[in-house]
Nanobody, 122 residues
Framework: VQLQASGGGLVQAGGSLSLSCAAS????????MGWFRQAPGKEREYVAA????????YYRDAVKGRFTITRDNGKNTVYLQMNSLRPEDTAVYYC????????????????WGQGTLVTVSS
């Protein structure tokens, strides 16, 4: 699976951004999809994930109520809508895919996109 993330950019605190991740090489059907992020000088951390059916989303506590993960299996794409952004959300965001991960553990995910930078100014 090849993953291509897009949609990052610069936004003021309180603003919104929408990230997309398009997959190629094989269908996403049967794969969990996720988003991780890595801020400068910090470890990569789990942000959100969604089951292969799209019915069950998962979120880290810090983004609950602000971020929404969705997927469109027909378009082989996963999305991350980010609202009420904060400076601490600044990071490179990576999309991921795996068939059966422990969603909060980065090493459980087999496939990674190249990352897209999100910068939130105060």
């Amino acid at each position: 699976v090849q993953l291509q993330a897009s949609g990052g950019g610069l936004v003021q605190a309180g603003g919104s951004l929408s990230l997309s991740c398009a997959a190629s090489g094989r269908t996403l059907s049967g794969y969990y999809m996720g988003w991780f992020r890595q801020a400068p000088g910090k470890e990569r951390e789990y942000v959100a994930a969604i089951t292969d059916s799209g019915r069950v989303p998962y979120y880290r506590d810090a983004v609950k109520g602000r971020f929404t993960i969705t997927r469109d299996n027909g378009k082989n794409t996963v999305y991350l809508q980010m609202n009420s952004l904060r400076p601490e959300d600044t990071a490179v965001y990576y999309c991921t895919a795996d068939q059966d991960p422990r969603v909060w553990i980065a090493t459980d995910w087999d496939f990674w996109g190249q990352g897209t930078l999100v910068t939130v100014s105060s």
